[in-house]
């Protein structure tokens, strides 16, 4: 997690998924869903507000050899980038 200036340094990328609301595993389910219509290299933001969705995408990632690219607080949100494999 990097500090509150942390969007500005937010990687670019070509999806969104607003998982705002949701609790494990719709979070993660969702963004499998959206990950499996990119095309490879393709980086998602996920926005979630369950505070276990930082273990979770990095469980995620290491299980299904999606990159992690960054993770950061963002208003008391969790902010996801993935990179498709």
Request: net charge positive.
């Amino acid at each position: 997690m990097n500090g509150p200036d942390a969007s500005a340094q937010a990687p670019s990328f070509e999806q969104e998924v607003d998982a705002s609301g949701l609790t494990c595993p719709l979070p993660i389910l969702r963004a499998k869903k959206a990950l499996a219509q990119m095309a490879s290299g393709e980086v998602l933001r996920v926005i979630t507000t369950d505070r276990n969705a930082i273990r979770d995408f990095q469980a995620f990632a290491r299980q299904t050899g999606n990159t992690l690219v960054a993770q950061q607080e963002v208003d008391g949100r969790g902010v996801h980038f993935l990179r498709r494999r």
